[in-house]
Structure formats: C-alpha cells, structure tokens
C-alpha cells in the first residue's frame, strides 16, 4: 500500500525511498515487530481469559510436560496479525506472488484456528479430523500452485529446477501442480509437528524464510540472476518483505515464547508457518533448496514416519518417543538444550541452502 507514496516522487527525495524492495523490507520488519510487542501481552491476557485450562497437554507425551498445564494456546494469531498488516502496508499489493503466498497462510491459519478452538473447547488433546485438515490443505494448495503455474513464465511453468546443476530443469507438465501441493501441504505439517517444544519451531521458520526471502529477492532481479547463472521469476523479489514480516512478528512472539512460554503458537501459527514457507519455495522455483533449509522440519516429519511405520510393521519402536525432540528429552536432554542446539542446526542448514545459490 506504502508503496504507491513512490508516485508522489521526483526521483531525489524520500518519496523515492519506497520503490526499494529493500527500504520497505526493512519496514515490514518493523512494523511487524511493533505490532508483535504492542498486542502480545493483551492478546496473551485475552486467551489466558477465553481458553481457561489452555492447551491440553496428551497424556502420552513427555512427563515434563504437565508443568506447563494452563498456558494459552492460539499464539499464532499475533504472528498471523502482524505478519498480514505489515505485508499488506509495504508490499506492492500488484504482484500476484504476494497474494498467493498470504493466501496460503492465512488460510492455513485458519485451519489451525479451527482446530486449536476445537481443543480448547472440549478441553482434549484431539481437534479437526486429520483427514479433514489435509483435505482443507490440499484444496487450498492446489489454489496456489495452479495459480502460481500461471504466473510463472513459459520457460519455468511446470518446470522443476535442480539446484547446483547449472541450467537443468525438469519439465512436470501437469504433474507439477500435485507436487507443488505436495510441497506446500507437507512444509505446513512438518512445521506443526516440530512445534513441541517452547521456541522450538519459530526460529527455524524465521531462519528459512529468512533464507527463501533472499532468495526470491535474487531471483528477482536480472542483474543477480545473470551473475548467479539462476532462473528470473519477475516479481518474486516483493517476497522479501512478506519473509521480512514474518521475521519480524515470529522475533515478537518469541518474545513471549521464550522458555518458560507464556503462550504456544498453536496449530494457527504452525500450520500457517509451514504453509508460508511450501508456498514461497514454490513460487520462487526452489522446492528442492526448501528440503535443505527447511531439514530440522523434514527430519521431524520423518521421524513420525519411520515411527509410526516401524511399528505397524514389526511392533518395535525406532525412537523412545517421535518426533524426534521427544526422542531427546526422553534420553535426558533439557528442552533448552533440544531447542537451542536444533537452531544452530537450522543456521548451518540455511547457509548450504544459500550456497546453492551461487554454486553451479
């Protein structure tokens, strides 16, 4: 919306300041971050109030677990919040990659507003059926990637791109969309499962999306691209702001989920989150690169794969406890010890992510 203050420019003045992807980033940042510390108390106030008990904690999990009965769940609104008010003041809302991507994530949100609402209010550990939610997600995934293979350009619609291999994609055809859905449907529930510790799954996500915000900026711009020798997706580098945002209200939640939490995101923000990240790699052709950034998530996922798996299989258990952060907290591991070691992890995977970029 800022955005169009740039028409009232002369070509030297501050005006001029707002047709750069990088100054409006930096205020979606902002903003984001402002509106996270303004709200976060009183909405934490507000839930504390509605939810009464909080979320409710499975009986089967980890035992210290039960310490924390009572806090609110539904966090994920104030990064919802932020994040969607930030994009839509700084970004340019012309471009066809921001609306797919903020569909998808509030939408997502929504899904996990309704589940999250479903437990609090039946004071149980079970929402929304699960094949409800995936039927919902795959809906609203298949929405995004038709319409993203049609604003992709004829040279990349379809096409899946490899990163490191110089110049190769791989032509999908009509398959590209059930992946892409695949990529964005999965990234949302990889990113619901890693959400069991507190803080556990925000600085991941702000560290991909920190990465793919990069990275849509670049493949924006013609002058990167050549220089990186990577395909040109015109328009995506107005992601940079979405991601910014997103940073932005996550560092404002995290405030108040920092160990001990005051409040849990909930499956609003973890489905929202995830769905967020899928849609963004989707759009700006880096799927596979997504795999690499997003591993801590892939691992989770997997993790409650092999378990469930194994078990139906051979009635023997992999992992003490899956996903795999319960797997250490049941082999001794203090949760800041999990959390804290699984951020460094997803910084060392953001930099090979962002390598991929310029190795060819």
């Known amino acids: 919306m800022l955005y169009w203050l740039s028409a009232l420019s002369d070509g030297g003045d501050f005006f001029n300041l707002f047709r750069y992807i990088t100054f409006r980033a930096g205020g979606a940042f902002f903003t984001a971050l402002i509106f996270g510390f303004l709200f976060g108390r009183p909405l934490i106030d507000l839930l504390r109030r509605k939810q009464g008990k909080g979320q409710p904690i499975r009986e089967d999990g980890p035992e210290g677990h039960f310490a924390k009965a009572g806090t609110p769940t539904m966090g994920g609104v104030l990064i919802l919040g932020a994040l969607t008010v930030s994009t839509l003041l700084w970004a340019r809302l012309d471009n066809p990659y921001v609306w797919i991507v903020l569909l998808v994530t509030v939408s997502f949100g929504m899904i996990g ?3 999250d609402y479903s437990k609090v209010s039946r004071h149980s550990s079970d929402g929304v059926s699960g094949r409800v ?9 298949a929405i995004a990637s038709i319409a993203a293979v049609w604003c992709h350009p004829d040279g990349l619609s379809g096409y899946l791109a490899v990163p490191v291999l110089k110049d190769v994609l791989i032509d999908m055809g009509i398959l590209f969309v059930p992946f892409a859905m695949i990529v964005i449907v999965g990234s949302a529930n990889a990113v619901n499962l890693t959400d069991g510790l507190d803080g556990l799954a925000i600085m991941p996500v702000m560290i991909a ?3 793919l915000g990069v990275i849509a900026y670049a493949v924006g711009r013609t002058d990167f691209t050549e220089y990186l020798d990577v ?3 015109a328009g995506s ?5 979405f991601t910014a945002g997103l940073i932005g209200g996550g560092l404002g939640f995290l405030w108040y989920n920092a160990p001990p939490a005051a409040v849990f995101m909930g499956d609003t923000g973890s489905l929202a989150l995830g769905g967020a990240l899928g849609a963004i790699a989707v759009v700006t052709k880096h799927e596979i690169v997504l795999a690499i950034v997003g591993g801590i998530f892939v691992v989770e996922a997997l993790s409650v794969i092999i378990q469930v798996g194994y078990f139906k299989a051979t009635g023997k258990r992999v992992f003490l406890m899956a996903p795999i952060h319960h797997h250490f907290e049941k082999r001794g591991w203090a949760e800041p010890q999990i959390v804290i070691r699984f951020w460094i992890i997803s910084l060392i995977l953001a930099l090979i992510g962002l390598a991929t970029l310029k190795v060819r």
Request: overall charge negative.
């Open 133 to 141: 939610r995936l039927g919902l997600g795959f809906i609203i995934a």
């Open 113 to 115: 507003f309704a589940d």
């Open 209 to 211: 999306a920190g990465t």
């Open 231 to 233: 395909h040109y997706v």
């Open 237 to 241: 580098g107005e992601l940079l702001i």
